[in-house]
């Protein structure tokens, strides 16, 4: 019985050691990924898809101020359609990408293309991503208006 318990105990420690972060190449990669899902899931109104990418304790501060939870922004998709991705699609340029182990910071712009009467939407955005149950996930996001 003694040696069950030490073998029980040896085990839920090894359980509890980090292996340490991922290497950043593949920390890297794994935020473009991530990020080009939550264009794509924002873009098609993809429920399903949102709640695997936001992180628990998600928030989202818009350009107008207004603040959106994980609960706010997966139940506005839900009144809306899914939709298949039409081109063009949103997308962001001018990325810098600081990472700390399994976090990082994303910054730069989003653009929303024009269309069909509409102008070309642009805004500035930082986000936090987190390497959370083994993938990226966002756990907030701040947008503010901008030009050029």
């Not at 264009?39 to 989202?60: Q, Y």
């Not at 207004?66 to 997308?91: D, H």
Request: net charge positive.
């Amino acid at each position: 019985m003694r040696a069950f318990v030490l073998i029980c105990s040896v085990l839920c420690l090894a359980g509890c050691v980090s292996l340490g972060p991922m290497e950043p190449d593949d920390l890297l990669g794994e935020l473009r990924d991530a990020e080009q899902a939550w264009l794509d899931a924002s873009a098609r109104h993809d429920r399903r898809a949102m709640a695997v990418i936001l992180g628990d304790g998600f928030t989202a501060t818009l350009p107008d101020g207004s603040v959106l939870t994980r609960e706010g922004m997966i139940a506005g998709l839900n009144r809306l359609p899914l939709r298949e991705v039409k081109t063009p699609v949103p997308f962001t340029q001018k990325r810098s990408i600081r990472m700390f182990d399994s976090m990082a910071i994303l910054h730069g712009i989003y653009v929303v293309p024009g269309g069909e009467g509409r102008p070309e939407r642009r805004s500035r955005y930082t986000d936090t991503w987190v390497r959370s149950r083994n993938r990226c996930r966002i756990v907030a996001s701040h947008r503010s208006n901008a030009t050029g």
